[in-house]
């Protein structure tokens, strides 16, 4: 691994934070979830009008074919001016996207791949259903074969932007009887189907972003089918892995810039007996140790990429992904002892009671911080199967 940066990748740093300086919004996403699709659609479009769309995706499908480390220098560079994530286009631009990439047909490619940069078609995935989560490979909606379609009944579940996406990826059983890995397709699912019906979730921080979604009768072409039918897990497990090694690039270096707003606040918030903050209890203590475990995530984010950019990653990529998701947590957490009562406020800009709350699912989303250390210990380690 190297970590130090070419040339020409200081100088695509320098491109990338002067055209963020002159062309970020200024301001943070809206919090309703129509103002906020709105928003993520007009601030996709001005990636790619800029050329600042799929870093390293395919020239022929709108993207640059950059390298894996510039796309994490721009990622540093959005967390550094503050200028908005990916939004709505997380599942579209880290999952569903490089899915396509690797593993769909030329008429797939043309067809996905070019609306999803221009911030035309945010995805959602439907790969949780109410009896199969952590467990994927024990999901029961079927797609049954008619022709040149696939008929489907079922329902998913933890669908998050369900109701606002076009498309959805999505992890069905195709094989009459099979069971567990065998028999699965990952396809894709027009969202504005007939027979597709997206009841929302409230959830506690107030907003409707998980859904549940059912399926009756819903016509899907085989031409959706990528990597073939019956070769969904595999294709699923192509998606996890770019789940694990750079979908979440843009979280991990981001908690750094929400470690150092703490340690601003610290010096400048006083407690009820007029302290500093940061002169009380141990919170010197642990807002050090939360800088050095974001340099830490950091190391293992450049050594992920590094790896990747020579072949598959695998069961290493989890090892960021259960730190990062963990340490997420403790910094919330630490907000809260830091700011008090006033952490309770629902500012604008650090709304930090909805950035707690978002935080706690993080061990669970993706797979449960107990699932992937299941599979540290057993691929990496070599320990017997629990």
């Known amino acids: 691994m190297n970590l130090d940066f070419s040339p ?17 919004p200024g301001r943070a996403p809206p919090v309703g979830s129509d103002e906020r699709m709105d928003f993520d659609k007009r601030w996709q479009r001005t990636l790619h009008d800029h050329g600042w769309a799929g870093l390293s995706w395919p020239k022929a499908y709108g993207g ?30 880290n999952h569903a996207g490089p899915t396509i990439i690797a593993r769909g047909t030329e008429e797939q490619k043309a067809k996905f791949l070019p609306p999803i940069l221009r911030g035309e078609t945010p995805w959602c995935q439907g790969f949780s259903e109410p009896n199969a989560g952590s467990d994927l490979a024990s999901l029961r909606t079927f797609g049954r074969i008619e022709g040149d ?46 027979g597709v019906e997206v009841r929302p979730i409230r959830a506690m921080d107030g907003d409707l972003h998980f859904c549940e979604v ?49 340690l601003r606040l610290a010096r400048e918030t ?13 919170i010197a203590a642990r807002l050090a140790m939360a800088r050095a475990e974001t340099a830490a995530l950091r190391a293992m984010s450049y050594m992920t990429i590094s790896r990747f950019e020579q072949g598959p990653v695998g069961a290493e990529g989890i090892i960021p992904a259960v730190f990062g998701t963990e340490l997420v947590q403790r910094v919330h957490e630490l907000a809260f002892e830091i700011m008090g009562s006033r952490s309770l406020e629902m500012h604008p800009v650090c709304n930090w009671p ?17 699932i992937r250390r299941n ?12």
């Open 149 to 194: 379609r696939l008929i489907i009944n079922g329902s998913k579940i933890w669908t998050t932007n369900g109701h606002q996406a076009d498309y959805q990826e999505m992890l069905i059983r195709t094989e009459p009887g099979s069971v567990r890995h065998r028999g699965l397709s990952w396809v894709v699912c027009d969202m504005h189907h007939p």
């Open 64 to 93: 640059r074919e950059l390298t894996l480390m510039k796309q994490l220098i721009w990622f540093e560079e959005v967390a550094r001016s503050g200028a908005p994530g990916e939004g709505i286009f997380f599942i579209a631009l």
């Open 214 to 262: 059912f399926y009756t009768d819903v016509e899907i072409p085989l031409a959706h089918v990528v990597g073939g039918l019956h070769d969904g897990w595999n294709v699923a497990m192509t998606t996890l892995e770019f789940e694990r090694a750079t979908a979440s690039l843009g979280e991990r270096i981001e908690i750094g810039r929400v470690v150092e707003t703490l």
């Open 354 to 370: 909805k950035r707690y709350l978002a935080s706690r699912l993080r061990t669970l989303a993706g797979g449960t911080a107990e």
């Open 8 to 24: 020409d990748e200081q100088e695509f740093r320098e491109q990338a934070r002067d055209w963020l300086a002159e062309n970020s």
């Open 375 to 386: 599979i540290i210990g057993e691929r990496l380690l070599g320990l017997p199967k629990g």
């Open 270 to 282: 006083r407690d009820a007996s007029g302290r500093l903050v940061i002169e009380t209890g141990d």
